[in-house]
């Protein structure tokens, strides 16, 4: 497994792994089934409104905001910026910010969009860091501890940012 694009961010250990995998799986009424998905190298479907929720980034905002299409920059900027876990999805051009179970307080625009209850969340295994190995999906920031989540504040002001570059303005 490459660290190439997460240069600065430390290896978790298997004890600090399996309690990631542990809190992430309780969000799911099945935990035992997510974590027998993970073991076999599979994507869990979790349930989000519950200990987490996610925000939808569209890779043309996220690209605005890293000005750069490099796996190593975009980890880079969205890690610093968001200091939470993040999701890539490369065959939906997807990124998903996990948050804290609130629903944000005002619209998000085009290129954001908030998923909370009564949604689920196809979700890789904590090891799967590197974007060669996740075709289905790969943590583009990877949780480096459970209950640590993006905040929702600099994820807001992500999207004013992307928003903004891409040309489009609230009216």
Request: with cysteine; aromatic share 6%; glycine share 8%.
């Amino acid at each position: 497994m490459s660290t190439l694009h997460t240069p600065f961010a430390h290896r978790l250990t298997e004890a600090e792994r399996e309690a990631v995998r542990d809190w992430l799986a309780g969000s799911s009424k099945r935990p035992q089934a997510a974590k027998d998905q993970w073991r076999k190298g599979g994507i869990a479907a979790l349930a989000l409104g519950r200990r987490f929720s996610a925000v939808r980034l569209t890779k043309p905002l996220v690209h605005a905001v890293t000005t750069s299409a490099l796996p190593a920059t975009v980890t880079r900027v969205l890690a610093s910026t968001l200091n939470g876990p993040v999701i890539h999805d490369p065959q939906g051009r997807r990124f998903y910010a996990l948050t804290p179970p609130a629903e944000p307080t005002r619209a998000l625009g085009p290129h954001a969009e908030y998923l909370g209850s009564d949604t689920y969340l196809g979700v890789p295994p904590v090891e799967l860091v590197d974007p060669h190995d996740g075709l289905d999906g790969y943590w583009a920031v990877p949780m480096i501890r459970p209950g640590a989540l993006c905040d929702p504040l600099r994820l807001a002001a992500l999207v004013t940012t992307g928003s903004t570059e891409l040309g489009e303005t609230e009216s």
